[in-house]
Nanobody
Framework: VQLQASGGGLVQAGGSLRLSCAAS????????VAWFRQVPGKDREFVAA????????YYGDSVKGRFAISRDNAKNTVYLQMNSLKPEDTAVYHC???????????????????WGQGTLVTVSS
């Protein structure tokens, strides 16, 4: 199983970026997928998740109303559209997948079996 995150970069505050997480080696439509972010010295922070059907989405409090997660099962890809970016959004963003995710565990990093390598997002003030 491989999860390949991409789309990170340098953007000014107030700008937008779209991250992609491309999956291979699994039946993608059977997996729920999430984005977490991490800065040095801190725990991974839950950003957003989407259930395998794509019908249910979940967001961390710090990104609600600014970020949107979506998926294209035909392309084995999950997207994270990030708008109104703030300097505090600067982090390495990782995607993660799990087949048997339950709603109460969505925000917990230990709930996910597979992780991508991460893509760096830097928001300048």
């Amino acid at each position: 199983v491989q999860l390949q995150a991409s789309g990170g970069g340098l953007v000014q505050a107030g700008g937008s970026l779209r991250l992609s997480c491309a999956a291979s080696g699994l039946t993608f439509s059977a997996y729920s997928v999430a984005w977490f972010r991490q800065v040095p010295g801190k725990d991974r922070e839950f950003v957003a998740a989407i259930k395998r059907s794509g019908g249910s989405t979940y967001y961390g409090d710090s990104v609600k109303g600014r970020f949107a997660i979506s998926r294209d099962n035909a392309k084995n890809t999950v997207y994270l559209q990030m708008n109104s970016l703030k300097p505090e959004d600067t982090a390495v963003y990782h995607c993660a997948a799990d087949r048997d995710l339950i709603t109460s565990s969505i925000g917990r990093a230990e709930s996910y079996d597979y992780w991508g390598q991460g893509t760096l997002v830097t928001v300048s003030s």
